[in-house]
């Protein structure tokens, strides 16, 4: 065939570019124009209704002079911390001891997962009963004897972040050991026989053979993991609802609270408006890194 004959570069594939259309114009509208309209009204001082009557930066200094945001940035930091290595580490082990080819291993696997069906206001309240000094983990301790257990983490303002972290980590870490294992499951037999007839101890094959075949899981599991932490809301107003005080307070409930509660507008688009930018300065040099300079080396 002639290259006259030859269709053009736009009309290949048209089905699918056409069916493309409608999500390709959802993006562009309510993700795209949405985050622009936050960002342009987070420099107003829109209270209960959004108006164009421009102050500058004056939201974003008062945003970071606030102590309630400073707290729920250093929330943020911790649980994302902890949510991040622990998820992971939990998840790749227990994929590694269920990829042993356990007996019952469908029935492990089910329990491991089950949290995740629950939503997060019923995972919130669930662990606010156990954590409860009352009539929870301390109370049943106590009752068995030991009389000077303590173990009240939403009840005190300096690690009721951790008391938080639990009941995530506790919903969550089963789809990561899912992931994890399918990844597992795509190793080649031959990669561990190798292993196994070179005498490689099973740890080093997992550390320097196996995790570096499983990088694209791992880059998934970052994404949902992350994707988590920036918008963690209910499990905290499930839980603690910001207190004791605001000790227990995240960014998403800071822009909620304000934008529907206090009415303030203006500082609530400010708000989003750098969560947005912290998931920016995360995202763009990964990206670099993935599909520009790293491939160019």
């Known amino acids: ?11 290949r594939n048209l089905n699918a570019k056409i069916a493309s259309i409608p999500m390709i114009l959802t993006a562009l509208v309510v993700f795209v124009g949405g985050t622009a309209w936050t960002v342009l009204y987070s420099f107003t001082n829109s209270k209960l209704l959004p108006r164009l009557n421009f102050v500058g ?4 200094h008062r945003l970071w002079s606030t102590s309630r945001w400073l707290v729920s940035i250093e929330n943020l930091l911790i649980y994302g911390a902890i949510s991040l290595v622990f998820s992971l580490v939990i998840g790749f082990l227990l994929a590694a001891l269920l990829d042993q080819k356990i007996r019952f291993e469908d029935t492990f696997r089910t329990i491991f997962l089950y949290p995740f069906a629950l939503s997060f206001i019923v995972t919130g309240l669930v662990w606010q009963w156990l954590l409860n000094p009352d009539f929870g983990v301390q109370r049943v301790v106590r009752d068995l004897g030991w009389t000077s257990f303590s173990f009240d983490p939403l009840y005190n303002s300096s690690i009721v972040i951790y008391g938080i972290s639990i009941a995530a980590l506790w919903q969550g870490t089963g789809l ?9 499951r795509g190793i080649d037999e031959d990669i561990w026989k190798a292993a196994r007839v070179d005498g490689i101890p099973m740890w080093k094959t997992y550390l320097f053979i196996v995790i ?3 990088r694209p899981v791992f880059i998934t599991t970052l994404v949902i993991i992350a994707a988590g932490i920036v918008k963690v809301y209910d499990l905290v107003v499930a839980q603690t609802s910001g207190g004791p005080g605001i000790a227990s307070e995240v960014p998403a409930k800071y822009v ?3 934008m529907f509660f206090a009415q303030n507008l203006g500082q609530g688009f400010a708000a989003s408006t750098m969560m947005l930018l912290s998931v920016v300065v995360v995202i763009v040099p990964w ?11």
């Open 1 to 11: 065939m002639s290259n006259s004959e030859r269709p053009s570069q736009i009309f």
């Open 57 to 60: 930066l004056d939201q974003y």
């Open 176 to 184: 990561i050991m899912c992931l994890m294992l399918a990844g597992l």
């Open 212 to 214: 570096p075949m499983m």
């Open 256 to 258: 909620y609270d304000y």
């Open 287 to 297: 990206a670099y890194l993935e599909f520009g300079g790293g491939k160019r080396g």
